[in-house]
């Protein structure tokens, strides 16, 4: 039935046949294989960015600690404009201990980026650049956007000490 759905192109057709299937998957690995093929459907066939984040975010509970999944539903909250689930996506994986310290510095790059950006949240950008700064603290752009920051708040103290951080580099 699923290869007849796909090869007519009855691809909300197939997704419903899936979900069916999925339904009645015993085991995790099963469950993923068939949530995979359900969320290219979606994205590729579909062009349904949303349902594609929906899927591709169970996956996610399923393999909590996979970065390949975590930078494609990253990818498509980005590409559809939800940002608060983007935001806390971001957060999650960048605290978690199981996501690699350099891509921990870079999750937390792109949320402060979002939190100035989009989420209108100078707190939370400014706690992540400086959480940047406790693992990588010659980082530049993460120096050079507390600066902006400190100087947007009226934080003197640390900006003084950002800046003479800076004038080392």
């Not at 600690?65 to 689930?85: A, M, Q």
């Not at 996501?99 to 999750?107: A, K, L």
């Not at 979002?114 to 959480?131: G, N, T, W, Y």
Request: hydrophobic fraction near 40%; glycine fraction near 6%.
């Amino acid at each position: 039935l699923q290869q007849i759905l796909e090869e007519q192109q009855r691809f909300g057709e197939l997704i419903s046949a899936l979900q069916r299937e999925l339904d009645q998957a015993g085991n995790k690995d099963a469950k993923v294989k068939v949530l995979r093929r359900m969320a290219r459907i979606a994205e590729l066939q579909l062009h349904d960015e949303d349902q594609a984040a929906s899927i591709w975010s169970d996956i996610l509970e399923l393999l909590p600690g996979n970065l390949e999944i975590v930078d494609k539903v990253i990818s498509l909250y980005e590409g559809s404009g939800r940002y608060e689930e983007l935001g806390t996506l971001l957060l999650k994986v960048a605290g978690s201990p199981q996501t690699p310290e350099i891509r921990q510095v870079d999750y937390l790059l792109r949320l402060a980026h979002l939190a100035e950006s989009s989420l209108d949240d100078p707190e939370l950008a400014r706690s992540c650049f400086e959480k940047v700064l406790g693992s990588r603290p010659d980082h530049r752009g993460a120096l050079e956007a507390l600066v902006r920051i400190y100087r947007a708040e009226h934080l003197w103290d640390p900006l003084c000490e950002v800046l003479g951080r800076l004038q080392t580099l």
